[in-house]
């Protein structure tokens, strides 16, 4: 069965620093992986993909991905309270081709 | 206008009760998606269609239906609701094109409460 693991939190970060979530996944054919962000209450929405080994910026936000390790990361520079959230993982093992297979997601707290 | 909508919003109904969630989408993507979501357990897939005439159970699909009337239109049903399907519930979809394209954009969601 394919797995996408997340710690659940709670990740607290202080407003300012660099907060960073971690994801690992079960199947080594996944291809790609995709950041989303949820406010409680609200639907996910993305933040970025990524399917290339290394790292992909988006203003601050960055995804590093490991596909020796099956390890993906996201790492949020300058945090904001708005940023506070829960951070869903989720991975497919064809492009265009799969359903997504998603974490349980990370709930990050930005203190002021 | 939002791309994906999701109707009601809001749903309260009792038990034994047959409900039906609608989703409509403006993508033009050919893939839908019913996922529910319980607090602390992420999102669990029910249903799928990667086109009109394409259905396929998800993780959880006992005691769900689901009908796809057109590619723009996506409809899960409780046949007899219980309690324990209180949750959460999005519509999403995707085009399944290119290395992005199991991107997946999500409704509003509609909050059930089942008594």
């Known amino acids: 069965q394919k797995e996408v693991e997340q710690n659940s939190g709670p990740l607290s970060v202080p407003e300012g620093a660099i907060a960073s979530l971690n994801c690992t996944y079960s199947d080594r054919g996944s291809q790609s992986f995709f950041w989303y962000r949820q406010y409680s209450g609200k639907s996910p929405e993305l933040i970025m993909f990524i399917y290339s080994n290394g790292d992909k910026e988006d203003g601050r936000f960055t995804a590093q991905l490991n596909k020796a390790s099956q390890y993906v990361s996201l790492l949020i520079r300058d945090s904001q309270p708005s940023d506070s959230a829960t951070y869903l993982c989720a991975a497919s093992a064809n492009f265009g081709n799969e359903k997504l297979t998603f974490g349980t997601g990370t709930r990050l707290t930005i203190i002021p | 206008d939002a791309d994906v909508t999701q109707t009601p919003r809001n749903r309260i109904t009792k038990t034994g009760k047959r409900i039906m969630l609608e989703c409509s989408q403006t993508?033009?993507?050919?893939?839908m998606y019913w996922y529910r979501q319980d607090p602390g357990l992420g999102l669990q897939l029910i249903y799928y269609s990667f086109d009109v005439k394409d259905i396929n159970k998800g993780e959880i699909s006992d005691g769900y239906s689901v009908s796809r009337q057109a590619q723009a239109k996506f409809s899960l049903s409780l046949e007899s609701a219980i309690p324990n399907q209180t949750a959460l519930y999005f519509c999403?979809?995707?085009?399944?094109?290119?290395?992005?394209?199991?991107?997946?954009?999500f409704g509003p969601g509609t909050r059930l409460t089942v008594l």
């Open positions: 999403a979809t995707s085009d399944g094109i290119n290395l992005a394209g199991d991107t997946q954009y």
């Open positions: 993508k033009g993507h050919d893939r």
